[in-house]
C-alpha cells in the first residue's frame, strides 16, 4: 500500500513570496490534516479535511494560509505572503473515515521550507 | 486544557536500558493516547496507543503505562536498541474528534 505522497520535499522562498505544497493521501482515506512542525516541536493541526469538507481550520492563519481538498483526494496548501515565521516542516496525514473505527492518522514525509 | 505536556525534551541511554517518556494532560475528554516516532527526514509513525480504560499495554519491546487519576502516561522501551534513536512524541485525542494534540517530542539517543 502506497503511503502518503508529498511535494516538494524541499522549498527556500524569500518572506512575502508565496508557496504551494501538494498532497496526496492513502487511496481510500476520507480525512486529510495539515500540520506544520517548527523545529524542535511537535505538529501542530493548520486544517483537517472529511472528504473535500473543512472539519477544523482554527488554528490556520487565513490571512495568509489558505487549503484545499476539490475532488476529495489530492490536497494544497497555499501561503501567500509567506513570514520568517513559516519557516518549518509541513506535514500532510490522512486516515480513514471516522465511522471506519479505525483511528490511526499516516503522515508523509513533510515538505521542509525555508523562509528566508 | 488542550495542551499535552511531554518530558524529557532529550535523553541519552546506554543500549538494553530502558528509557521512560513521560506526558501529562489536562483534558479529562481526551478517550485517546498514541505515540508517534519520527526519524530524521521522515513523518512521524504511529508505535502504540492506549486507551484510558486500561492501566498498560505491551507491543514487544514498547509499553504505554497510564494512570488515569494522575492524568499521566507514559512509554517505556525495554532492551533499547541504537536503531531506536528518533524523536518521539506523545498525543492525545478528544473524544467524537479526530483532531490529534502532540506533545513537544522527546530526542532519544540510545549509544551503543
Known amino acids: 500500500e502506497a503511503g502518503v505522497a508529498q511535494s516538494p520535499r524541499y522549498k527556500i522562498i524569500e518572506k512575502r513570496q508565496s508557496v504551494a505544497f501538494w498532497c496526496n493521501p492513502i487511496s481510500g482515506h476520507a480525512t486529510l490534516y495539515w500540520y506544520q512542525q517548527i523545529l524542535g516541536q511537535g505538529p501542530k493541526l493548520l486544517i483537517q479535511f472529511q472528504n473535500n469538507g473543512v472539519v477544523d481550520d482554527s488554528q490556520l492563519p487565513k490571512d495568509r494560509f489558505s487549503a484545499e481538498r476539490l475532488k476529495g483526494v489530492d490536497s494544497t496548501l497555499k501561503i501567500q505572503p509567506a513570514k520568517l515565521e513559516d519557516s518549518a516542516v509541513y506535514l500532510c496525514?490522512?486516515?480513514?473515515?471516522?465511522?471506519?473505527?479505525?483511528?490511526?492518522?499516516?503522515f508523509g514525509p513533510g515538505t521542509r521550507l525555508l523562509v528566508l | 486544557q488542550q495542551q499535552v505536556k511531554q518530558s524529557p525534551q532529550s535523553l541519552i541511554v546506554q543500549k538494553g536500558g530502558i528509557p521512560i517518556i513521560n506526558c501529562a494532560y489536562e483534558?479529562?475528554?481526551?478517550?485517546?493516547f498514541p505515540w508517534y516516532q519520527q526519524f530524521p527526514g521522515k513523518g512521524p509513525a504511529l508505535l502504540i496507543a492506549?486507551?484510558?480504560?486500561?492501566s498498560e499495554k505491551k507491543e514487544g519491546r514498547f509499553t504505554i503505562s497510564f494512570n488515569k487519576s494522575a492524568k499521566q502516561f507514559s512509554l517505556h522501551i525495554m532492551d533499547s536498541q541504537p536503531g531506536d534513536s528518533a524523536t518521539y512524541f506523545c498525543?492525545?485525542?478528544?473524544?467524537?474528534?479526530?483532531?490529534?494534540?502532540f506533545g513537544q517530542g522527546t530526542r532519544l539517543t540510545i549509544n551503543p
Open positions: 492506549i486507551r484510558p480504560d486500561v
Open positions: 483534558n479529562t475528554a481526551f478517550d485517546y
Open positions: 496525514a490522512s486516515s480513514l473515515a471516522w465511522t471506519s473505527g479505525s483511528e490511526t492518522q499516516y
Open positions: 498525543a492525545a485525542r478528544r473524544q467524537g474528534a479526530q483532531k490529534l494534540v
